[in-house]
């Protein structure tokens, strides 16, 4: 928080200075002899005068015996300034330059896109190792409370950081179900169950009790599970 107020502070203070970047001078003859005879009145009023005049009119008016001139700041230290206390607060708050200013990323072929990935690696990290305890103990109340018991399937997945494009999402597709092959052609998961899935994460729909039919003839298909050997001679023995 501390570096928080010191950038604002600091922020203020560069538009203080902007703000007295230009700064008009006016010589006078005999100016500190004038405000000895009381004359300041006549004096502030003279040069408010001047002033609406510059700014109404853009003209200045001056005696004989005034000199004007305008004295401007140099700025040129302001920026690499700004840009520290940019890359500062960004520090303290455990965020990049780019996604909390809004910049483009600096440096020859820079993207930003190995700062964005550790932002994203780094809030995945406290979600799972912060945030899922506490939300389990929450969620078992709550869904308890809206549904009557706790579900022996619950589960949730935390929301994607970043929005894959249209290529990313049919390379992730296309993983997916070339997956789905391998685990299919090696009897690891049978047709219902990559049905569902497919239909949980809304790539297809299929008709009410499909699913369920093709998972009842998986089973069938399967036949009686046979028991190894001798286990079913000490069931006989135990039921005696």
Request: proline residues 3%; glycine residues 6%.
């Amino acid at each position: 928080m501390e570096d928080i107020k010191d950038t604002v502070a600091a922020k203020d203070g560069i538009a203080e200075l902007m703000q007295a970047a230009n700064v008009d001078v006016i010589t006078r003859e005999g100016l500190t002899q004038d405000l000895t005879t009381d004359q300041e009145d006549a004096i502030i009023k003279r040069y408010t005068l001047f002033d609406q005049m510059k700014s109404i009119l853009n003209t200045a008016l001056l005696d004989g015996e005034e000199k004007y001139d305008r004295v401007t700041l140099n700025l040129s230290g302001v920026a690499p300034v700004i840009d520290t206390l940019m890359v500062w607060i960004a520090g303290a708050a455990d965020i990049p330059v780019t996604r909390l200013f809004g910049t483009s990323a600096k440096g020859l072929n820079a993207t930003g896109e190995g700062d964005l990935k550790n932002y994203y690696d780094s809030i995945r990290s406290q979600q799972t190792s912060q945030l899922d305890r506490p939300m389990a103990m929450l969620d078992a109340i709550m869904v308890r409370s809206a549904v009557g018991n706790m579900p022996a399937d619950y589960n949730y997945d935390w929301n994607r950081l970043t929005q894959p494009n249209r290529k990313e999402e049919a390379e992730a597709r296309k993983i997916e179900a070339e997956t789905d092959v391998i685990l299919l052609d090696a009897g690891a998961v049978g047709r219902a169950q990559v049905m569902r899935r497919l239909e949980a994460d809304e790539v297809y729909q299929y008709r009410d009790g499909v699913i369920d039919q093709i998972e009842t003839s998986e089973d069938l298909s399967l036949g009686p599970v046979e028991k190894p050997d001798g286990e079913g001679d000490d069931d006989e023995r135990l039921a005696r």
